[in-house]
């Protein structure tokens, strides 16, 4: 089997060989090529130590030297070369006391997480698979290099992985692996937040976010994300339900995804003038769906007939959501507007246009777009006939909401056709005074769009008592 790799990738091995040294690409990249994936990045793996690997190459950074990894510098792109080694004992469930440099493939191979990601490979030898990641490939099956046991021991992450691995592979864990997971779910006491934020995004953001109930049903949720096994094992007898709390919020992930075709993609959306998405604002509606009814276990009430309500749970899985997403120490950014949306996800929008643009104002311009996107996929996760209804509301409460704005209608402060400074000019006082009357105005403007004109907004302030 022959795999592509890109012309600097094979210039290193083959300056690392024509030196006596052995020289492979390993792991993930591997991995992705033979699926036929565009691998992120591209290791390698090299007898030669470190000190060996920095003369050859003119530029080089010790971005973790001491375990034996060097980052060669070509033209503006970086790629990581570690020397074979064998992991010294762990104790934190993460890292090694040290490491030994070793002159085996085989050895450095045998210290890694899966089989899938421990195969290397260059243009002399081919692949080198000792672990028979092949095989496991073709099975579609995630499994740990050797005793699964003592692998999640050294690095408890490897947990998290597993379970990320099968959502964006679509692959099965093995049942030896998965054994070792439930046995081991506890050391992920020992990982840090930021870790397990960055595996939560992958596994959210995968085409198999279902995966995330694999993750409850093998007790990781329960150490990392807890809510979510309140959410599990809440029910929701409603006419309006066909699923339980958590099955129904993984539902909405899945309903998410299948929007993400109808809005174009870019690389940064905030460059764009018009409404587009890219890879943060995806993983911002991905969160917001996990957890857009979080705080219903807290709410639920049945009433004499055995019907469940859920009053205020927008309000208060807002704010159930806002301690989650600090405790996984993401930006403010994704925590403001994550919150936001789940504040107004069940929160009702009017069809008429001059309520509506005072729902717009109330909720914010900058969230519209999103939080049709988050109605959306909402009410595709309830039962048929709501989703039916609910989602045709949304879509002719859509189609009015770009009406407004295709007709630039005044929605905010900013858009008014007056300031501050101009009250000032005819008698007003700065201070809360002028910020009332600039409150007075847009709510004007709001029921009469057409006012939003200098003279008519000039003559209108005259005629305020203040």
Same mark, same amino acid.
């Given at each position: 089997?022959?795999?592509?790799?890109?012309?600097?990738?094979?210039?290193?091995?083959?300056?690392?060989?024509? &030196?006596?040294?052995?020289?492979?690409?390993?792991?993930?990249?591997?991995?992705?090529?033979?699926?036929?994936?565009?691998?992120?990045?591209?290791?390698?793996?090299?007898?030669?130590?470190?000190?060996?690997?920095?003369?050859?190459?003119?530029?080089?950074?010790?971005?973790?030297?001491?375990?034996?990894?060097?980052?060669?510098?070509?033209?503006?792109?970086?790629?990581?070369?570690?020397?074979?080694?064998?992991?010294?004992?762990?104790?934190?469930?993460?890292?090694?006391?040290?490491?030994?440099?070793?002159?085996?493939?085989?050895?450095?191979?045998?210290?890694?997480?899966?089989?899938?990601?421990?195969?290397?490979?260059?243009?002399?030898?081919?692949?080198?698979?000792?672990? &028979?990641?092949?095989?496991?490939?073709?099975?579609?099956?995630?499994?740990?290099?050797?005793?699964?046991?003592?692998?999640?021991?050294?690095?408890?992450?490897?947990?998290?992985?597993?379970?990320? +691995?099968?959502?964006?592979?679509?692959?099965?864990?093995?049942?030896?692996?998965?054994?070792?997971?439930?046995?081991?779910?506890?050391?992920?006491?020992?990982?840090?937040?930021?870790?397990?934020?960055?595996?939560?995004?992958?596994?959210?953001?995968?085409?198999?976010?279902?995966?995330?109930?694999?993750?409850?049903?093998?007790?990781?949720?329960?150490?990392?994300?807890?809510?979510?096994?309140?959410?599990?094992?809440?029910?929701?007898?409603?006419?309006?339900?066909?699923?339980?709390?958590?099955?129904?919020?993984?539902?909405?992930?899945?309903?998410?995804?299948?929007? +993400? /075709?109808?809005?174009?993609?870019?690389?940064?959306?905030?460059?764009?003038?018009?409404?587009?998405?890219?890879?943060?604002?995806?993983?911002?509606?991905?969160?917001?769906?996990?957890?857009?009814?979080?705080?219903?276990?807290?709410?639920?009430?049945?009433?004499?007939?055995?019907?469940?309500?859920?009053?205020?749970?927008?309000?208060?899985?807002?704010?159930?959501?806002?301690?989650?997403?600090?405790?996984?120490?993401?930006?403010?950014?994704?925590?403001?507007?994550?919150?936001?949306?789940?504040?107004?996800?069940?929160?009702?929008?009017?069809?008429?246009?001059?309520?509506?643009?005072?729902?717009?104002?109330?909720?914010?311009?900058?969230?519209?777009?999103?939080? +049709?996107?988050?109605?959306?996929?909402?009410?595709?996760?309830?039962?048929?006939?709501?989703?039916?209804?609910?989602l045709q509301l949304?879509?002719?409460?859509?189609?009015?909401?770009k009406k407004i704005?295709?007709?630039?209608?005044?929605?905010?402060m900013k858009d008014?056709?007056?300031?501050?400074?101009?009250?000032?000019?005819?008698?007003? /006082?700065?201070?809360?005074?002028?910020?009332?009357?600039?409150?007075?105005?847009?709510?004007?403007?709001?029921?009469?769009?057409?006012?939003?004109?200098?003279?008519?907004?000039?003559?209108?302030?005259?005629?305020?008592?203040?």
């Amino acid at each position: 089997m022959r795999i592509e790799m890109p012309n600097k990738v094979r210039m290193i091995i083959q300056t690392l060989t024509d &030196h006596g040294h052995e020289a492979y690409a390993v792991g993930g990249c591997v991995r992705d090529s033979i699926l036929g994936r565009i691998p992120g990045d591209w290791d390698i793996t090299t007898s030669a130590k470190p000190e060996e690997v920095k003369r050859l190459f003119r530029r080089t950074i010790d971005t973790g030297i001491e375990h034996g990894t060097v980052t060669i510098m070509l033209d503006k792109e970086g790629f990581e070369v570690t020397t074979y080694r064998i992991d010294g004992e762990y104790e934190d469930n993460r890292h090694p006391k040290n490491v030994a440099f070793t002159s085996d493939l085989v050895e450095d191979l045998k210290r890694r997480d899966f089989t899938i990601n421990a195969m290397a490979y260059n243009e002399q030898e081919g692949i080198v698979d000792e672990f &028979h990641g092949l095989e496991d490939m073709e099975a579609k099956v995630i499994r740990c290099v050797g005793n699964a046991r003592e692998r999640f021991d050294e690095d408890a992450l490897r947990i998290l992985r597993a379970i990320r +691995f099968s959502a964006q592979l679509d692959f099965t864990i093995e049942e030896q692996t998965k054994q070792a997971i439930t046995e081991k779910a506890e050391t992920l006491h020992n990982i840090s937040a930021e870790r397990i934020r960055v595996e939560l995004e992958k596994l959210l953001c995968s085409s198999h976010p279902r995966k995330m109930i694999d993750a409850y049903q093998l007790g990781i949720t329960k150490i990392i994300l807890p809510v979510f096994d309140q959410m599990m094992e809440t029910t929701q007898n409603s006419p309006y339900h066909y699923l339980g709390v958590g099955e129904h919020c993984i539902a909405a992930v899945e309903a998410m995804h299948s929007l +993400f /075709s109808q809005v174009p993609y870019v690389d940064d959306a905030k460059e764009q003038e018009t409404f587009c998405l890219d890879h943060k604002l995806q993983m911002i509606l991905c969160f917001t769906m996990l957890l857009h009814d979080c705080g219903k276990p807290l709410v639920k009430q049945t009433d004499e007939q055995g019907r469940d309500h859920f009053y205020g749970h927008g309000e208060v899985s807002a704010k159930t959501a806002k301690t989650i997403l600090r405790d996984l120490k993401f930006d403010n950014y994704t925590i403001d507007t994550v919150t936001s949306l789940i504040r107004y996800h069940d929160h009702p929008l009017s069809i008429e246009e001059k309520a509506l643009r005072k729902c717009i104002n109330t909720i914010g311009v900058d969230l519209m777009d999103l939080l +049709f996107l988050v109605k959306k996929a909402d009410a595709i996760a309830h039962a048929e006939n709501a989703c039916k209804e609910r989602l045709q509301l949304t879509n002719n409460i859509e189609t009015v909401y770009k009406k407004i704005r295709a007709a630039k209608q005044c929605l905010r402060m900013k858009d008014l056709a007056i300031s501050g400074k101009d009250l000032i000019e005819i008698g007003f /006082s700065q201070g809360k005074t002028l910020g009332d009357a600039l409150q007075q105005i847009l709510q004007h403007v709001l029921e009469e769009p057409e006012e939003n004109n200098r003279e008519s907004l000039i003559e209108y302030a005259k005629k305020l008592s203040f």
